[in-house]
């Protein structure tokens, strides 16, 4: 049976992502859900999902100090496992995070994670609640998924992708706000896809069953 992991690196409250994933596996017979931060379940996942709340500098250390763990995640990606980051851990996709200061990121998607500036002052930081995906290009993940399908949201600063073709859909917030990166085996939604409802389970459940 395929294995997903959840990867638990105390960066958030798995919960409501390990009933979310469990159910989509259940009803599409797509293998065994496991939330672990041992690198040796990471190491025998065929799919790794990478979850994290907060700051970017606080989430990234907190994974460096797992010895080991990184590594298996990124020699999964090396192998060509599908890899799902969400929130800030798919800000950690990119090169920069400049939340509070500088630090890098796993530079496997070109770009840097800035402070939410809206054009409109009226529009608050964090960018907090429902809004509209606008899709850019396909991806087997948004299979189903069209521009006007809600994600919910949560955060202040978002990820600047340096190559347009990594973007795969975002959002408007007074001015475009990415929503969904992806570049070969990797993809990365700012939003929870596990409190989208419908659209995020839809995106939970073609994460289970791509097969790049």
């Known amino acids: 049976m395929p294995l997903t992991v959840l990867v638990d690196y105390d960066s958030g409250n798995l919960h409501s992502a390990e009933k979310a994933f469990q159910r989509m596996a259940a009803e599409m017979d797509a293998g065994d859900i496991?939330?672990?931060s041992r690198p040796e379940d990471v190491a025998r996942a065929d799919r790794i999902v990478l979850?994290?709340?907060g700051a970017f500098p606080a989430c990234r250390r907190a994974l460096g100090s797992y010895g080991g763990l990184f590594e298996a995640i990124s020699d999964g990606?090396?192998?060509g496992k599908p890899f799902l980051g969400?929130?800030?851990g798919m800000q950690m996709l990119a090169t920069w995070g400049r939340e509070y200061e500088d630090m890098p990121g796993f530079d496997w998607i070109g770009g840097e994670v800035a402070r939410i500036t809206p054009a409109d002052p009226a529009l608050k930081v964090p960018h907090m609640g429902w809004n509209d995906l606008i899709l850019?290009?396909?991806h087997p993940v948004l299979d189903g998924i069209a521009t006007g399908d809600h994600a919910y949201f949560v955060h202040s600063y978002q990820f600047r992708v340096t190559d347009p073709a990594d973007l795969l859909a975002h959002v408007?917030?007074?001015?475009?706000i990415t929503a969904i990166v992806g570049r070969g085996t990797v993809v990365g939604t700012q939003f929870?896809?596990?409190k989208s409802q419908a659209m995020g389970l839809r995106l939970i459940g073609?994460?289970?069953r791509w097969a790049p």
Do not use: K, S
Request: proline share 15%.
């Open 192 to 194: 929870h896809p596990e």
């Open 77 to 79: 990606v090396a192998q």
């Open 136 to 138: 850019d290009r396909p």
């Open 206 to 208: 073609n994460f289970l």
């Open 86 to 88: 969400i929130c800030v």
């Open 172 to 176: 408007d917030y007074g001015g475009p």
């Open 51 to 53: 979850p994290g709340d």
């Open 34 to 36: 496991l939330v672990t």
